[in-house]
């Protein structure tokens, strides 16, 4: 499945704010959205004029790039919020938090949403006691997350999961931090999901 590749720390800076795309990095001084708070490139100190399309389309990137999302597939995922019942922009950010890849790195058991996805791809994660290799999987109410046993002396997972305080787990998920297990309490709302996104201006800007 195609995936973006390129320097992460260029998305945030693109983005004009921080996307925590490179996990504990992101809280050091090392951090390159701290040193260069400014878009890459040549002209990315120039004052630009934002147009109201600019924006929505703005908002709409940065979604993507927060959950490491491609276009099409994320169209797909407004459609379908569209589809169901409820507030659309409300539905589409809770299909993107129950993917696989992203509980797993809100669960602390990787320290990015991208770690996340590797862990799922490479067979590291069970949901109720069966192997999921698709980061797309979409987990519901009452699911459980376990880790394979032979990844759980995995440096990084350690690591993580040791640091999941620092960013803390959704109210919507419960945390086994001794058996390195987590379970789905309900489906997220949009209370829940403290990210900063205006989900509104997306719905505007596929509604155009």
Request: contains cysteine; hydrophobic residues 35%.
């Amino acid at each position: 499945m195609a995936r973006y590749i390129g320097p992460a720390c260029k998305l945030c800076r693109r983005e004009g704010e921080k996307l925590f795309l490179k996990g504990d990095r992101c809280y050091t001084d090392k951090c390159a959205f701290d040193r260069r708070p400014y878009p890459p490139g040549q002209h990315g100190q120039r004052r630009v004029k934002v147009t109201e399309y600019g924006i929505r389309l703005r908002e709409k990137q940065k979604v993507r790039r927060i959950y490491g999302i491609l276009e099409r597939q994320f169209r797909k995922y407004f459609a379908e919020a569209d589809r169901v019942k409820g507030v659309t922009g409300e539905n589409l950010l809770s299909l993107l938090e129950r993917r696989l890849d992203n509980v797993a790195y809100r669960l602390g058991f990787a320290a990015t949403r991208a770690d996340g996805r590797q862990l799922v791809r490479h067979g590291h994660l069970f949901v109720n006691g069966k192997p999921v290799s698709i980061p797309s999987f979409l987990v519901k109410k009452g699911d459980k997350v376990t880790l394979h046993t032979r990844s759980r002396e995995l440096g990084r997972v350690k690591v993580s999961v040791e640091g999941v305080e620092r960013r803390g787990v959704p109210e919507w998920l419960e945390l086994d931090k001794a058996g390195l297990a987590g379970t789905v309490r309900d489906n997220p709302v949009r209370e829940a999901i403290t990210l900063p996104i205006k989900e509104q201006l997306i719905v505007e800007f596929y509604s155009r």
